[in-house]
Structures are given as structure tokens and as C-alpha cells.
């Protein structure tokens, strides 16, 4: 039963980690307006966290630039289990305009695989909320996977 | 006789007021207060029960230890923490209900409280990360701050119950360190928020609370938009679930205290009636003292924290003080 209950707890708590990954920003500032009182994620228990150690749902945004490359894989290895992978606008599935570039190693799913990945350049506010209420899914499913 | 008396101090550690209850009550106001934020923010607000799912979910996470912590500090530092907020509320009045009394339990309450904050600064410290050592130095400068307007406010209450206690032992420098008095006092005077020497002494203790408990304008030490969290950095999982219990937890311990303070001896004569009595102040006290601070409010540095406590806040304290002793 208690096991249950924590399970439950997984989809109703889901803590966000934000990395950069070389995005131009416009992804960035629509995730902030999904925490704006407009949309309000947080009525669904969404939080941002400032360090990864506390995040559940790790979403990334921007093509993964080489400079950047480590870091974000770094950063999400130190998210505890069970978490969750979620790539922000077109740049981290497809580099979009910037394929090709010198100074890009992306697209993220080659270094990680990737839970859901929300389309746009830039996506819209409630796209990114029925992304990451598609996450915490996800996020359940894995918890109960667990042990 | 011995059972009973065994099985009454069982449940009143384990049940009511102790470890289910104050976790229970503690994280529902935390609940409250998310909610009424949200409100006052024009936004729906998580539910009232997303401390509770929040405090389930990171039970389940995975707890990782960095390599560069001093394992056991890191582990103990969250549940010594709790224990001692837990036997902290037992030493409180609530609706004159007081599990454990003694003769100077104010005396004892004040040295209990700041055993979590400690127990943070050391797990921070422990961790071996830089934004726990910064978190760490920062709530160390918020203690220094909050404890001298503490004290004074302490001071003023007990020489004002206790300059109407003449009958026993506990007043023998006319000031009663009992909490127990202080709320029997005024059940006599009526309650001391209504005393004009103590509104300075009330109005600096409805500060102090947010910065005991962390609360928004004076979080210095868990900045989440500069440091992180501060001390809690590092931690994920069950420890940290305990420390957000423990926080949740304070905002209880902290309103009851000034319930106990300066409005108890409000009652009806039944018990369980002044006991919901007692938590539906508690809850007033929160909502006014945080949930008001925290939606209107942005953070203090931690420099101008030190100062406003100790200029406004420790000024109103021993207005009250001096008052109460000389008027």
C-alpha cells in the first residue's frame, strides 16, 4: 500500500531541472510562461528546482553545442532515479537551423535517449504543459518499475 | 497506574501532539500557505495536499551521497533535525494541552529550536559541496540574527506573566520561565497580544518566525534563485524529504509558540475545543506572519537581514522589554 501511495506521489510531484544547451532563448522564456500565473503549472504540483539532485524531469532545450556537450550529460547523470528526459522546441531532436555547424554535436539522442520531446521552435505554453503532463506518466511508470 | 501513565506519554509522543500529528498538521499548512500564495498571486495553486505528495515522491527517488561528504554527518544531520522539532511541540502548550512542562521549559524550547537549524548548517557542510558552504555560512548569519530579538521577546513575556505570579517558587526574580504559567497567567489577564507594553514585543516575534522557519524575505540561507538551496544542494531522496518535513514542521512549532505566548488562555473550558481553537490561530499566525510576507515581499541580503533584526526587530523587542519592566 505505501508503495502504492509513493508510486501516486510520482506523477502528483514533478520537480523541473532546465538546462541551456546553446538554445537561442525563445524556448527558455516560453517554459517560464508555462509557470506564469496564466498557465500555472504548479496547480499540477510542478516546481522548478535549482539544483539537479532535487529534479525529476529534466528538460533540455537548445541544439547541444560542443562547448556544451559534457556539461549537460554530466548534469543529468546527477539527477537520482527514476527521472525523466525531455527535450524543449525542435534544436535538441534535429539541431534545426543549425545542423551542420561546426560548433554542434547534437542531436541529444545520441548521447541519451530521450522520454518525450515537445515540437515547436518555439513551442507553444500549452503544448509544453501536455508534454510534461505526458512526462509525469512516465515518470509513474518508471517508479513503479523500480524494486 | 504505571501502564496508563505509560500508554498516555506513549501517544502523546507518538500521536498527539508528537510525530503524527505535528507531520500531519505541518505539512497541511504548508499547504495552506502554497495555496493562499497562489491566490494572492492570482494563479489556481497546487492542491493543499502537494507538500504531502511532494514528501511521498522524494521518499521514493533514489538517494545519492556525493563522494566528497562526510557519509554519517550527511545521513544523521535530517533526522536529528526532526527528532528534536518533534520534541520541541511536546514542550508547547497547545490549548493548554502540554505534554511535558518543567520549571523553565522556555528556557528549553529556545535551545531545542535551534538544534534543526544547526543540524542543516552541519548536513550543509557535510555535503562538501561550495553552494552548501555558502547556504551554510548564510543561515549561521540568519541565527545570529533571529536569536537576540527571540530573547528579548522571551524576556518581556516571562516578566510579564510572571510579575502576576506570587504564589509559588517559579517567581522569584518576578519573571516565570513557565510556560505552563505564562498560559495560566492569562487565562487570569487575558491574553498578553492584548497587553499595550507586549504589541511591540508580538509584532517583533511575528517577524522572527519567517526567518526561524526560512521563510521568503529572509531565506537568505536557501536561496533557491542564488545558491540552490543552499544547504540542501546536495541532498535528494528520503534525507531530503525529512528536511522539507522538518521546514513544514517549524512553521507549526514556531506559530504554536506565539499562540502559547500571546494568545493563549483564550478558551472554553473543553479541551478538544481549545485545542482546534489553538490550531485554528496557529494557522491565522501563518498565514499573517508568511504566507502575507512571502507573497508581497523580495528577499533581504543577507547584510541587510543582520541589520534589520538587530536595529528594528531587536529595537521593538527591548522597547517591549524595557516597558514591561519599568511601566
Redesign the interface.
Known amino acids: 500500500m505505501f508503495k502504492k501511495?509513493?508510486?501516486?506521489?510520482?506523477a502528483?510531484?514533478p520537480w523541473l531541472y532546465h538546462i541551456n544547451a546553446g538554445s537561442c532563448n525563445g524556448c527558455d522564456i516560453e517554459l517560464v510562461a508555462v509557470l506564469t500565473?496564466r498557465y500555472?503549472a504548479?496547480?499540477?504540483?510542478f516546481k522548478l528546482?535549482?539544483?539537479p539532485?532535487?529534479a525529476?524531469i529534466v528538460v533540455v532545450s537548445g541544439p547541444v553545442t560542443v562547448q556544451s556537450k559534457d556539461r549537460v550529460l554530466r548534469t543529468i547523470e546527477?539527477v537520482?532515479?527514476?527521472r525523466v528526459i525531455v527535450t524543449l522546441g525542435s534544436c535538441p531532436r534535429s539541431c534545426n537551423v543549425f545542423k551542420g555547424s561546426y560548433s554542434v554535436a547534437g542531436p541529444l539522442d545520441k548521447y541519451v535517449p530521450i522520454d518525450v520531446s515537445i515540437a515547436g521552435c518555439a513551442p507553444k505554453p500549452e503544448a509544453i504543459i501536455d508534454g510534461l503532463a505526458l512526462a509525469t506518466q512516465i515518470l509513474k511508470e518508471k517508479?513503479e518499475a523500480?524494486k | 497506574m504505571e501502564i496508563m501513565d505509560f500508554v498516555k506519554y506513549a501517544v502523546y509522543i507518538l500521536i498527539f501532539p508528537g510525530a503524527l500529528f505535528t507531520c500531519v498538521f505541518g505539512l497541511w499548512l504548508a499547504g495552506v500557505d502554497r495555496k493562499v500564495v497562489a491566490r494572492m498571486q492570482k494563479r489556481k495553486g497546487p492542491p493543499i495536499t502537494q507538500p504531502a505528495w511532494d514528501f511521498l515522491k522524494l521518499c521514493g527517488k533514489e538517494v545519492i551521497v556525493p563522494a566528497g561528504a562526510a557519509r554519517l554527518m550527511y545521513m544523521a544531520a535530517p533526522y536529528v533535525g526532526l527528532v528534536s522539532l518533534i520534541v520541541t511541540v511536546l514542550f508547547i502548550p497547545i490549548g493548554g494541552l502540554q505534554a511535558f512542562s518543567a520549571g523553565g521549559d522556555v528556557v528549553v524550547v529556545l535551545y531545542l529550536l535551534t538544534i534543526p537549524t544547526l543540524a542543516l548548517i552541519l548536513g550543509g557542510s557535510a555535503s562538501g559541496s561550495p553552494y552548501a558552504g555558502v547556504g551554510a555560512s548564510r543561515t549561521m548569519v540568519s541565527v545570529m540574527a533571529y536569536e537576540l530579538p527571540l530573547i528579548l521577546v522571551l524576556l518581556a513575556v516571562a516578566r510579564a506573566a510572571g510579575s502576576h505570579v506570587t504564589m509559588d517558587g517559579y517567581s522569584i526574580l518576578g519573571a516565570t520561565f513557565s510556560l505552563e504559567m505564562i498560559t495560566r497567567v492569562q487565562e487570569l489577564i487575558g491574553p498578553l497580544l492584548f497587553d499595550w507594553r507586549l504589541l511591540p514585543a508580538a509584532v517583533a516575534m511575528l517577524l522572527v518566525i519567517p526567518c526561524e522557519v526560512g521563510q521568503h524575505p529572509f531565506d537568505v540561507g536557501e536561496a533557491e534563485t542564488e545558491i540552490c538551496e543552499g544547504p540542501l544542494a546536495e541532498y535528494s531522496g528520503a534525507p531530503l524529504a525529512v528536511f522539507k518535513l522538518s521546514h513544514a514542521i517549524k512553521m507549526f512549532v514556531m506559530t504554536a509558540l506565539f499562540c502559547a505566548l500571546f494568545l493563549g488562555g483564550i478558551g472554553t473550558g473543553m479541551l478538544w475545543l481549545d485545542v482546534v481553537l489553538a490550531l485554528v490561530f496557529s494557522t491565522a499566525v501563518t498565514l499573517v506572519c508568511m504566507t502575507l510576507l512571502h507573497a508581497i515581499s523580495a528577499r533581504f541580503r543577507v547584510e541587510q537581514l543582520f541589520k534589520f533584526f538587530w536595529t528594528v526587530v531587536s529595537g521593538l523587542a527591548l522597547g517591549s522589554l524595557l516597558l514591561v519592566w519599568f511601566c
Open positions: 501511495l509513493i508510486d501516486n506521489a510520482a502528483r510531484s500565473p500555472d504548479e496547480r499540477l504540483g528546482a535549482g539544483t539532485r532535487h525529476d546527477q537520482p532515479e527514476p517508479r523500480m
